[in-house]
């Protein structure tokens, strides 16, 4: 039944996520082509004396690069904002709008109807986010250009790893908090949808005062308990170097963090569960 | 005739506020039978339809679809439709197809596929493209072509045409079989009478009257639809 509803989610949703990616992928092509034309062409064609004949002076094509890289980070944006707003009216319409006529009475476990959104919209957001990571490198490797000298890899990781120290864990640690953190994000959503839906009138609005609600508690607590855990690491900083003070701390916090997103993942999927099975409320 | 009960209600009550939708309601469906739920508006129809259907949550006493409390398998038991267009907008006869046949294991696919023809529904057009009356037709297909034990229709007939109302009700009761029961919601009850077997009346929550069709007509002297009209003339629901 899993599969299914997988296949089914995914179903409705690839062709606008398809158009995200698309529009990601286009940016980056464009973005990256006028790069190469700023560091190529132009200067070929300044020192020719072309453009100034043209009328183009240095300032206009600066102001001009501008409002591309500005157009490029706004749309970078807009495609993260749009794809967790598409997500989650995605999951509203299709479990609390009129289509949850469609999906409330399918004989499948509610387990299995929060699971299956949940996995879609995680490799959805997982995809869109490596798009916009590859998106940045490549902007920031084309911009480089000619310089890439200044941008030697393999110098950059040996100065981290001598002032970090990295070992295997923060590594993986960092790996599983930035995964774990995309799943907690989902659920908190759902959750505060599934609460949203249970007043009789502006669901959508209430919706996303319990996101806010959800949001501010998490940072209260999260503050309280990082500022606690760095308290603690840095009263025993007599007995360590400061090496590993940092260490514990920057471990510390990887640890926190993971952990703090796996209890909203549980609960987001209870409050998401509860709202489904105990306090549904269609029109 | 299998006298199990399909359907059974056991003082269920749904609460708003201080207002009751379903007031501490008695009732009990069989198989073999097409019941016309009939009450003016705001009497509790659609309500108990969807406590029925699993999709609201009593406030107080049972409800029970052949003895199990509304969940996974009474969905598998249950052809519900509802009174709104519920299918994507996206979405085309021909992928709802696909859709029911991939959840529902008594979905008759070869049957939905012929009366979308027989209609002359284009199976690839986007239901958004679809006139409200053709959808609420794709929607009646699709509920009618599972071989469901129980049947909820909320008001399948209200918003089409009364050629369409006539391929409607052939269709439920070509559809249907003696082993199942349909529950009929409607205020158009002179187009239903003619297929109903039992009558329910319900009012302010409550079942006022429940009784065979013939039973009706025998008691009162008049077709159901009259009796309908001269028990609640002066309810102004």
């Not at chain 2, 991939?102 to 986007?126: K, V």
């Amino acid at each position: 039944m899993l599969g299914r509803l997988i296949k089914h989610e995914y179903k409705a949703t690839w062709k606008i996520m398809c158009a995200v990616y698309a529009a990601v992928a286009a940016v980056t092509i464009i973005g990256g082509l006028f790069y190469k034309f700023r560091l190529g062409v132009f200067e070929k064609l300044q020192e020719s004396g072309v453009l100034s004949e043209a009328g183009f002076s240095e300032g206009l094509m600066n102001s001009l690069m501008a409002m591309i890289t500005s157009a490029y980070v706004l749309i970078l944006i807009a495609a993260a904002v749009g794809t967790v707003w598409f997500l989650a009216y995605r999951f509203f319409k299709s479990c609390y709008g009129d289509e949850g006529y469609l999906t409330q009475m399918l004989p499948a476990q509610k387990h299995d109807i929060i699971l299956s959104k949940t996995i879609t919209a995680w490799t959805w957001i997982f995809g869109e986010t490596l798009l916009t990571v590859v998106s940045i490198l490549n902007f920031v490797f084309v911009a480089v250009g000619e310089n890439a000298d200044i941008l030697d890899v393999a110098e950059v990781v040996e100065e981290m790893n001598d002032i970090f120290d990295i070992g295997v864990l923060p590594i993986i640690l960092t790996i599983l908090v930035w995964l774990v953190d995309s799943v907690a994000e989902i659920l908190k959503v759902y959750a505060a949808i599934s609460l949203g839906q249970t007043s009789g009138k502006h669901k959508v609005l209430m919706s996303i005062l319990w996101y806010v609600a959800f949001y501010i508690m998490i940072q209260i607590a999260g503050s309280m308990i990082f500022a606690a855990g760095s308290m603690f690491s840095l009263m025993r900083a007599d007995t360590m170097p400061s090496e590993a003070v940092f260490r514990s701390v920057y471990n510390g916090i990887l640890f926190g963090t993971l952990i703090i997103n796996l209890v909203i993942c549980a609960l987001g999927y209870l409050v998401t569960r509860y709202g489904m099975e105990r306090n549904l409320n269609l029109e | 005739m299998n006298t199990e009960k399909l359907l059974e209600c056991v003082q269920l009550t749904k609460q708003y506020g201080i207002k009751h939708a379903v007031d501490h309601m008695d009732f009990v469906l069989e198989p073999g039978h097409i019941t016309g739920l009939l009450g003016p508006n705001g009497s509790g129809k659609t309500t108990l339809i969807k406590m029925a259907a699993g999709l609201l949550k009593p406030t107080g006493g049972e409800i029970r679809i052949l003895g199990e409390a509304p969940g996974v398998r009474s969905c598998s038991l249950i052809s519900y439709l509802p009174d709104r267009v519920y299918l994507p907008k996206t979405a085309t006869a021909a992928s709802l197809i696909e859709y029911y046949l991939d959840f529902y294991e008594d979905f008759d696919a070869a049957r939905a596929d012929r009366m979308i023809r027989d209609l002359g529904i284009d199976p690839d057009q986007q239901i958004r493209a679809l006139s409200k009356g053709t959808v609420e037709k794709v929607q009646l297909i699709l509920c009618m072509s599972r071989r469901a034990s129980l049947y909820l229709l909320d008001e399948p007939i209200a918003g089409v045409d009364p050629a369409a109302r006539d391929y409607i009700i052939r269709t439920i009761i070509g559809n249907y079989n003696p082993g199942s029961s349909v529950l009929i919601s409607t205020h158009l009850i002179q187009d239903v009478e003619n297929i109903l077997t039992d009558i329910v009346f319900i009012r302010n929550g409550q079942v006022i009257l429940h009784d065979t069709k013939e039973g009706v007509r025998e008691h009162t002297g008049k077709t159901v639809d009259q009796y309908f009209r001269e028990v609640f003339a002066c309810w102004g629901g």
